[in-house]
């Protein structure tokens, strides 16, 4: 559900410039779900050249390329994934805004939850704290530790 | 214990400064090449200038060589190119793919810097390039005599970077595969 929310706002975000791209490159489907396909991943895609911009918004020569491969493959009838995978063949894990999860994105996949998980114990240890201090006029006394 | 909850947030800034500053000043835009450890992707292009119309990957095998992408609207391309003489003429084997160039230019581009290259195939569209996972020109990789693509290089080849990432790898590969193994 969250998933399909995000993808509908990226959607909505990423329509300004693909309508300015339409009038620039036009690829024909055999149907609308293709089109669709194509749309969400072009900007699933990162541009190697430029790269902070999904293929779909870049106008680098290379983004082009990447472009008509990618509407090639849709039309020869490859999934998502085989096209996503070909491309990360040859430019690796960069070119997808969707990392896979190995040793080398754990702290981007796992770091937020992390930070997260550590940061709403301290603020409850601290609410505690504060709680208990609250409770005693005797501050001087260490808190019980052990239960 | 209360002290040590309160360096949490010290030692988690910490280690994000390390983290970052590790990462400082690292060349974000050399990418590693995922396709090192392949076979270079077959193609059959057109030849620019030769006694044949078109090559395919079988050029690649039996002897060293190295892959290079350039175009004439390549302005590092021109930088380079003394040196890719240099290297042709002490006996390394270029082969030159022009990329989305115009067949005239190239040819005039060859005809007046001269020719390093032991074939130039014409690749228009930048198909061979795409499989290549090239983003730009120049680029050069070097290929095994088995066909297989050891490295990728970004940008201008000069002697600094032959002798510090090509000719290495070269030996090492060589001294592996000298020992009796004949697959990489």
Not at chain 2, 72 to 101: M, Q
Not at chain 2, 153 to 162: F, I, L, P
């Amino acid at each position: 559900m969250r998933v399909m929310i995000s993808r509908s706002l990226a959607s909505l975000l990423c329509a300004l410039p693909l309508l300015v791209l339409a009038a620039i490159d036009v690829y024909e489907f055999d149907s609308p779900e293709q089109e669709a396909r194509f749309r969400s991943l072009t900007q699933e895609l990162r541009c190697p050249k430029c790269q902070n911009q999904s293929i779909a918004d870049s106008d680098a020569d290379i983004s082009g390329d990447m472009r008509a491969r990618t509407a090639q493959m849709i039309r020869d009838g490859h999934s998502d994934r085989e096209v996503v995978d070909f491309f990360r063949e040859r430019y690796g894990d960069f070119v997808s805004y969707r990392p896979p999860l190995a040793a080398n994105t754990a702290v981007l996949w796992l770091g937020p939850g992390i930070v997260l998980l550590f940061g709403g114990l301290l603020i409850f240890r601290l609410m505690r704290r504060a709680a208990r201090a609250a409770d005693q006029d005797d501050d001087d006394l260490p808190p019980p530790e052990t239960h | 214990m209360k002290y040590l909850w309160g360096l949490i947030p010290l030692a988690l800034f910490a280690a994000l400064a390390l983290l970052l500053n590790a990462n400082l000043g690292r060349d974000t835009e050399s990418m590693p090449s995922a396709l090192v450890g392949r076979s270079v992707p077959a193609f059959d292009l057109p030849a620019l200038a030769s006694n044949r119309d078109s090559y395919d990957q079988e050029i690649f095998k039996g002897r060293w060589s190295l892959l290079n992408i350039w175009a004439t609207w390549c302005p590092t391309c021109y930088v380079e190119h003394p040196y890719f003489i240099e290297l042709a003429r002490s006996g390394v084997a270029i082969v030159g793919v022009n990329y989305k160039d115009d067949d005239d230019k190239a040819r005039r581009y060859l005809a007046e810097l001269g020719n390093p290259y032991t074939e130039v195939v014409v690749d228009k569209q930048g198909n061979l390039a795409l499989d290549l996972g090239v983003y730009g020109a120049p680029e050069t990789f070097l290929v095994s005599p088995e066909g297989k693509i050891l490295l990728r290089h970004a940008g201008e080849v000069n002697a600094h970077v032959w002798e510090e990432k090509f000719v290495p790898l070269m030996a090492r590969y060589e001294a592996y595969h000298g020992g009796g193994e004949d697959t990489p």
